[in-house]
């Protein structure tokens, strides 16, 4: 079982942030077709009604923004994963194809706006003295060691930072290369970020993430932890 937390720091900062998990057992694969058919149709569909100037009136993207602003970082160095994965859509580029699990946490933080963490939760580093694997989300600070997926070395500084017992494993712009997920992940844990304080959206998110591993991962669902 994984404990999640929200830091004093991120409550008085951000205190309209509402956190929905997925933790499910899975099967990851190269890029599905099928998932991509999918895909495909959705982003089609997503062009004929959105344009780069749609992202201001998105509340979840724009909600991340701020929250960054609270923290002390500028969103638009720092973009949030989730607008940075909508303006290349809305720019009419491919995404990337890496994974069956990435591109569906990629599909539905298009849907959703929302910034979504992805990590092996096998790689979760627990607390020694007593087993449980804790993340807490507070506040990134400066000269903090992260590793960005793709990155390289990553300043966290201001940013929203998921940690466990050795350190930080993810932001709302980069996850971190020790917990990402590869071929062999057996065991998801997916987070949805919502800085915009709607628990049903965040939630439905969490559903809509359920639904595609139920589809595409041989997984019957996992569940839906609130916090």
């Known amino acids: 079982m994984i404990e999640l937390n929200v830091s004093e720091d991120i409550r008085q900062r951000c205190p309209d942030f509402v956190g929905a998990a997925v933790i499910a057992n899975v099967r990851n694969s190269q890029p599905s077709p099928a998932l991509w058919e999918e895909i495909d149709r959705f982003i089609a569909d997503y062009r004929t009604r959105y344009t780069i100037d749609s992202i201001k009136a998105m509340p979840a993207i724009q909600a991340t923004r701020e929250a960054y602003k609270r923290c002390g970082k500028d969103p638009s160095r720092y973009r949030p ?9 809305l720019q009419g580029h491919d995404l990337y194809r890496v994974s069956t699990l990435v591109d569906l946490i990629n599909l539905a933080s298009i849907a959703y706006g929302y910034s979504i963490g992805g990590f092996d939760a096998d790689k979760i580093c627990a607390v020694h003295d007593s087993g449980a694997k804790i993340l807490t989300l507070g506040i990134g600070q400066e000269s903090e060691p992260y590793e960005g997926i793709g990155r390289g070395p990553l300043n966290i ?30 065991q998801l844990l997916a987070i949805v970020n919502g800085y915009d304080g709607n628990r049903e959206t ?17 997984s019957d669902g996992g569940k839906i932890i609130s916090f």
């Open 202 to 218: 965040t939630n439905a998110c969490a559903t809509f993430i359920q639904q595609l591993l139920q589809r595409y991962a041989d």
């Open 157 to 186: 500084a201001g940013l929203p930072v998921y940690r466990d017992a050795i350190g930080g494993i993810g932001t709302p712009t980069s996850d971190h290369e020790r917990t990402k997920l590869s071929l062999e992940t057996t």
């Open 81 to 89: 994963s989730s607008e940075a994965l909508v303006r290349r859509t």
